[in-house]
């Protein structure tokens, strides 16, 4: 199944996409999600470099994305410093409603890390190499693909 205009996202309260929803303005998709710099190689260190984001991305209600908030304050633990930041955004979203939502595609970069909803029509494959039609949210690591239904993979 192709990959549709509009890729639905399932609100779950309490895990992974508990701070999505619509608001007056349109939809939004709210959280805390942990990123290395760009060239890091993983050591046994990492928990030192690894830079947690506070991110609350805004789309119209035809799912194009509007603009992105993306705050951290250094690389290090997750703080809740983060969590006070997301809080603070998501109070300010005039008649802030938490569901479900459908987005389409889209990417931000911000000190070098890739925010975004990417597809498999993103990136390119060795020819010959038969590609499952997907999408990532990035840098979360939710995978969505058919019968795309909202749910997500990690």
């Known amino acids: 199944m192709a990959i549709p205009e509009l ?58 994305h509007l603009g992105s908030d993306i705050w951290c304050p250094g690389p290090g633990p997750w703080a809740e410093q983060q969590n006070d930041c ?13 569901c479900g939502i459908a987005i389409r595609p889209f990417k931000v970069e911000f000190e070098g890390v890739v925010f975004g909803l990417l597809t498999s029509n993103d990136f390119e494959y060795a020819e010959g190499v038969e590609v499952e039609d997907w999408a990532e949210l990035y840098p979360n690591q939710l995978g969505f693909k058919s019968p795309w239904d909202g749910c997500y993979d990690t």
Do not use: M
């Open 86 to 98: 997301l809080a603070r955004w998501l109070d300010a979203l005039p008649g802030r409603e938490f």
């Open 7 to 64: 890729i639905p996202i399932c609100h779950d309260p309490g895990y992974r996409t508990s701070t999505i929803g619509r608001y007056d303005d349109g939809q939004f998709f709210g959280c805390i999600t942990g990123a290395f710099p760009p060239g890091y190689e993983v050591g046994s260190d990492w928990h030192l470099h690894k830079r947690w984001y506070a991110v609350l991305h805004r789309f119209n209600y035809g799912g194009y």
